[in-house]
């Protein structure tokens, strides 16, 4: 980060009270202030619970010149649009209105019987997904399909089997575009898609997983 940048930042940081005021816990995560460069990014909090994988850091990135939340579920990241802004002020007003409501999105899933994308795929009532095994070669179920977590253009992820230890994890999404589901491997972080699981329904989609699910752990296991 260019050093103008930074003086800029930190002057603004000046400008306000609103990181002074903010609490050391919220909804159970903790608050970490930061104020410190990371690459191209200025990161000005965390809040973090490591017991559920959940984390959320707020940042000046300066490659697009704007202030963004990014959020982590599990070993998945993404950052919240509804935040974006190139505005400090406003950051600020957004940041005030709308992060205790944030974060406790963040530990809440899906309603899958009322949400307006989901609740058709009728998740909750899916019977492959009643005899997921807690624990499947060395990965825990994080997220089972009754309980799904809503991300960003228009996914969901419906399943999700992880291993914190190794940062390796094997996820099923379902997107509202295409209508269909899909799978992605992510090994020491880095993400690989997965075309063997791709189906158009939950029916192609459990007979996907009960042929492949163990093998594809295995491979992320053993790669």
Same mark, same amino acid.
């Given at each position: ?14 400008? &306000? ?6 609490? =050391? ?6 608050? &970490? ?18 017991? &559920? ?6 940042? /000046? ?24 802004? #190139?505005?400090? *002020? ?13 974060? *406790?999105? @963040? ?9 307006? /994308? ?17 624990n499947l070669d060395g990965f825990e179920l994080f997220i089972a399909p009754d309980n799904p977590v809503k991300i960003t253009n228009g ?11 190794? *940062? +390796? ?15 992605? +491997? ?7 898609? +997965?075309? &063997? /699981? ?6 192609? @989609? ?6 492949? @699910?163990? =093998?594809?752990? *295995? #491979?992320?296991?053993?790669?």
């Amino acid at each position: 980060m260019k050093v103008d940048t930074k003086d800029r930042l930190t002057a603004e940081i000046a400008t &306000t009270d609103f990181f002074d005021k903010l609490p =050391a816990e919220i909804r159970g995560c903790t608050l &970490t202030k930061i104020f410190e460069v990371n690459g191209d990014k200025f990161i000005y909090f965390t809040c973090a619970n490591e017991n &559920t994988h959940r984390a959320l850091t707020a940042y /000046f990135h300066e490659e697009t010149s704007e202030y963004k939340i990014r959020v982590k579920i599990g070993l998945t990241e993404f950052c919240l649009t509804n935040f974006f802004t #190139r505005n400090f *002020q406003r950051f600020i007003e957004n940041l005030d209105a709308k992060l205790d409501a944030t974060i *406790q999105k @963040l530990n809440a899933p899906v309603n899958t019987k009322t949400d307006l /994308f989901i609740g058709s795929q009728n998740l909750g009532d899916w019977d492959y997904a009643k005899n997921l095994p807690k624990n499947l070669d060395g990965f825990e179920l994080f997220i089972a399909p009754d309980n799904p977590v809503k991300i960003t253009n228009g996914s969901y992820i419906i399943l999700n089997y992880s291993d914190f230890a190794n *940062q +390796s994890d094997f996820t099923i999404f379902y997107n509202i575009y295409t209508g269909g589901y899909s799978g992605e +491997s992510r090994i020491k972080l880095v993400p690989y898609v +997965s075309y &063997t /699981f791709d189906a158009k329904n939950l029916v192609e @989609l459990a007979t996907k997983l009960q042929k492949n @699910l163990s =093998a594809e752990l *295995q #491979r992320i296991r053993n790669f």
